[in-house]
Structures are given as structure tokens and as C-alpha cells.
């Protein structure tokens, strides 16, 4: 399937990141097939090129139009989603972040019978970024580097850690061959004593109107190393879900990441 055969459905269409992907999809050449808001209305843009599409109060009726729904929703809405994009053999593109382990499950149970891409993070340098902080965890120990992860967001964001900066640090449990829950250390106050080995922290920064800034260091008694990611524009996220829409196309069912998208798995 090309781009110009490709329905594409947004949900959450009037969100931050949904009147983004609304003007990426005609930008691609897709076909902006819908969206879904609580409402049922379709809120103007800025881009008068953004087109006008039906409108929908369910997932479930969206993706009886579409070949694929781009969801930067809620947690929340996540079960529901999942049941409803599964009964209707629609590909799913997830950026929905603070998932549980039930709404993963239900992720899981979906990709059973639908393309699923699920990421926390769209940008192509969030996602090379996490798999360089995975070979490196691996050839730097934690017994001799230390692993912290620093993210900032803007004051609205309301998870924390952000679910990029997870995403870091479970690339780094997995290059060290532990499980990040073990591990991780995300409130360090008062006497905590030493730090542990194989520690991953995180330092969680919010304010102002900061798109988002991750970094993963590595800190020896000799030297350190630190990759940093900063990203100027919400934009560059609504393009990647639009990639990953697009390369749904041709794929079976599965869960696939955006390393998937990119080629690098």
C-alpha cells in the first residue's frame, strides 16, 4: 500500500500533537480519513491546508474508515483502543505513555491480530539515541559506570519520569542484562548512603514550555560520556507517527517499535 491509498485516522485529532499529524498526513499524501475527539468537532488550525475530515466520539467508529489510527491519547483510553482497533483489523501507531501493566497487556493481546508500532518516543534521534544508550550500558559496567538519565519537559506534562526517559532506561537495563523496575532510582533525599551498582537514575526537570530534553550519562572514576537529545519542535514527532502509519502498510500483525520503522531491528 502507497501513500496515496493510505486512510489514516487520528485520534485525539485536537490535541497538541493531533493538529500536527492532521497537516503531516496531507503532507505525506496520505489520506487524512478522520479522527476522534470527546465531542464530536473538529477544532481549526492555524495551516489552512489542514483539511476537513469526519469527526468521531469513538475509536471504534474511526477505524471503520481507516487503515491505520496515529494514537497520542491517554492512558486511559488504551483497553478500549486496543479491543476496538483489534476487532476492526486496524493498524494501531501508539505514542500513549504511563501505560500499566494491564494497559500493556491489552497492547500485547492486539498485536496478536494488528500491526502495532508502539513507541514512547517518534523522533528517529530519540531513537538512535536509545539504542546507542543500549550498546553502551552494555559495554560499560555498572560496577564501574554509573548510568543516570536527566529529562525536561514543559510545566504542563503530568507523568514523571517521562516516558522517553523510561524508555532510555529500560534500554540501558536491558544492555546490562537487569530489569530496569529492580533498578531504578527516581527520589534521592535526605541520607540515601552510597549509590549501588547497577543503579539507573533519573532527575526529573519541569518547567516553562520545554518541548523535551533527554540525556543518558555514564560516569566512571576516570571519565564520562553523555548523550544528550533536545527537541525544538512537537512537529518532528507527528512526522515520525506518520512514517511508522505509513510502513504499517504492508506488515502482519506484530508489535513493532520504531527501530522496526527505521530499519535498524
Known amino acids: 500500500m502507497n501513500a496515496e491509498t493510505m486512510r489514516i485516522g487520528i485520534a485525539g485529532i485536537n490535541g497538541r500533537v493531533g493538529r500536527l499529524l492532521r497537516e503531516e498526513v496531507v503532507a505525506a499524501g496520505a489520506t487524512l480519513a478522520g479522527g476522534s475527539t470527546r465531542n464530536g468537532i473538529l477544532e481549526p488550525v492555524a495551516d489552512a491546508a489542514s483539511p476537513i475530515c469526519p469527526i468521531f466520539t469513538s475509536v471504534a467508529d474511526l477505524a471503520k474508515v481507516c487503515d491505520v489510527v496515529i494514537d497520542f491519547t491517554n492512558a486511559s483510553t488504551v483497553c478500549a483502543h ?44 530519540v531513537t538512535l539515541m536509545t539504542r546507542l544508550a543500549r550498546q553502551m550500558a552494555a559495554a560499560l559496567p555498572g560496577r564501574e559506570y554509573d ?14 519520569p517521562s516516558g522517553t526517559a523510561l524508555a532510555i532506561g529500560n534500554a540501558v537495563a536491558d544492555g546490562r542484562g537487569i530489569m530496569l523496575k529492580d533498578h531504578m532510582e527516581v527520589a534521592r533525599s535526605g541520607h ?63 508489535l513493532y517499535s520504531m527501530d522496526d520503522v527505521l530499519g535498524l531491528a
Open 82 to 125: 486496543a479491543r476496538d482497533l483489534a476487532q476492526s483489523g486496524t493498524a494501531w501507531v501508539l505514542g500513549t505513555t504511563g501505560l500499566g501493566e494491564r494497559e500493556q497487556d491489552a497492547v500485547d493481546v492486539a498485536a496478536r491480530q494488528i500491526p502495532v508500532v508502539q513507541a514512547a518516543n517518534f523522533s528517529p534521534g
Open 147 to 160: 548510568a543516570e538519565i536527566l529529562e525536561m519537559h514543559h510545566r504542563q506534562k503530568v507523568d514523571a
Open 192 to 254: 540515601t548512603g552510597p549509590r549501588a551498582d547497577d543503579a539507573i537514575g533519573f532527575a526529573v526537570l519541569r518547567g516553562g514550555q520545554i518541548v523535551g530534553e533527554h540525556s543518558v550519562i555514564f560516569t566512571s572514576a576516570h571519565e564520562q560520556i553523555a548523550l544528550t537529545h533536545r527537541s525544538f519542535d512537537r512537529r518532528i514527532y507527528a512526522t515520525g507517527a506518520v512514517r511508522a502509519a505509513l510502513w504499517t502498510g504492508t506488515r502482519r500483525a506484530g
